[in-house]
C-alpha cells in the first residue's frame, strides 16, 4: 500500500513537473499539432492523398512506424510513387536491387551491414519483403537514398554489385588507405571521388555510382556527421525527387520541422 501511494506522489510530481516545464516553443507546437490534427485516420489519408509530396518521420527502429509506412504505401492512390529515405544511396540502391530481382541474400547482406544502428531490425527486414510484394501487385516503387555514406560496408556491396571488375580495385585502394588510418581514408576517398566528378551519368547504374560518389564527398566533409546536413539533404532532394510523381519521403525530426526560418531540409524545399 505505501508503495502504492509514493507511487502515485511520484506521478503528480512528474505531471506537476511537465506542467510547469512548458515553455513558448512548447505551447506553439501544442496550438499547431491542436489546429492541424485530424479525426480520424480515414480523413488524414484523406488529406495526405490531396498532397503530392508527404514527409512523415523516419523509423528509429520501432515496429508501429514500419506498420504506419507501410499502410500509407498500400493506401496512396497512386500507382507510382517515389519513396525518398533518410539512408546511405547505396542502401537505396541495394534495396532497389532486392526490388527488382528477389536476391534476399543481397538484402540481408546489406542489413547485416547496419549492425548496431535502428537499420538492424527484424522489422525492416520484413518492411522490404512488403514493399517487395506491392511492387509484385503492381505498385512501381523507386527508392531514394538521400544521405550521408555512413556504412562503408555497404557502399562497397553496392559498387561490386553494380560492377565488380571496375570497383573491386577502387575498393582494394579503400582498404588499404583504411589499414593506414582514418586521415589516409578519407584522403582516399576525396581521391576517389574526384575521379568520378566528370564522368556521365547515362544509365540507371551510372546514376547510382554518381549518387553514391556525390555521398561519399559529404562524408568527406562531415566525417563525425555532427555537422548540420539539412542543406545536402535538400540538395540531393531536389536533384532526384520528380515532383510530377507521388513522395513519401521518411526523415528525422530535425530535417523536417515545420518553420519558415528554421533552416531545415522542408523550409527550403
Known amino acids: 500500500m505505501k508503495r502504492r501511494i509514493l507511487q502515485g506522489i511520484l506521478v503528480v510530481v512528474l505531471l506537476s513537473i511537465v506542467g510547469t516545464a512548458c515553455t513558448g516553443k512548447d505551447k506553439e507546437l501544442q496550438a ?30 520501432v515496429a508501429d512506424n514500419y506498420e504506419l509506412f507501410l499502410d500509407i504505401l498500400r493506401e496512396l492512390p497512386e500507382e507510382s510513387i517515389q519513396l525518398v529515405m533518410e539512408m546511405p544511396p547505396s542502401f537505396a540502391y541495394l534495396c532497389t536491387e532486392y526490388l527488382i530481382t528477389g536476391d534476399e541474400n543481397l538484402l540481408l547482406q546489406a542489413l547485416q551491414n547496419m549492425e548496431g544502428t535502428f537499420g538492424f531490425t527484424q522489422e525492416n527486414l520484413q518492411f522490404w519483403r512488403q514493399v517487395k510484394t506491392f511492387s509484385e501487385e503492381g505498385k512501381r516503387i523507386d527508392v531514394i537514398g538521400i544521405d550521408q555514406e555512413f556504412q ?51 544509365t540507371d547504374k551510372d546514376a547510382a555510382v554518381q549518387d553514391i560518389m556525390v555521398s561519399l564527398a559529404q562524408l568527406c566533409q562531415n566525417r563525425k556527421g555532427d555537422k548540420n546536413r539539412d542543406l545536402p539533404l535538400y540538395q540531393t532532394f531536389v536533384r532526384k525527387v520528380d515532383p510530377n510523381r507521388r513522395v513519401l519521403g521518411l526523415f528525422g525530426g530535425d530535417h523536417i520541422v515545420k518553420a519558415s526560418d528554421s533552416g531545415s531540409m522542408v523550409s527550403q524545399l
Open 32 to 61: 499547431y499539432f491542436q489546429n492541424n490534427r485530424v479525426t480520424d485516420r480515414e480523413a488524414w489519408m484523406q488529406d495526405a492523398a490531396a498532397k503530392p509530396i508527404l514527409l512523415i518521420g523516419e523509423h528509429h527502429g
Open 152 to 202: 562503408l560496408k555497404n557502399t562497397g556491396l553496392a559498387l561490386l554489385t553494380i560492377d565488380k571488375d571496375a570497383f573491386t580495385p577502387v575498393l582494394q585502394r579503400i582498404d588499404k588507405a583504411g589499414a593506414d588510418g582514418t586521415d589516409a581514408l578519407l584522403q582516399e576517398l576525396d581521391a576517389i571521388v574526384k575521379e568520378y566528378d566528370a564522368k556521365p551519368a547515362n
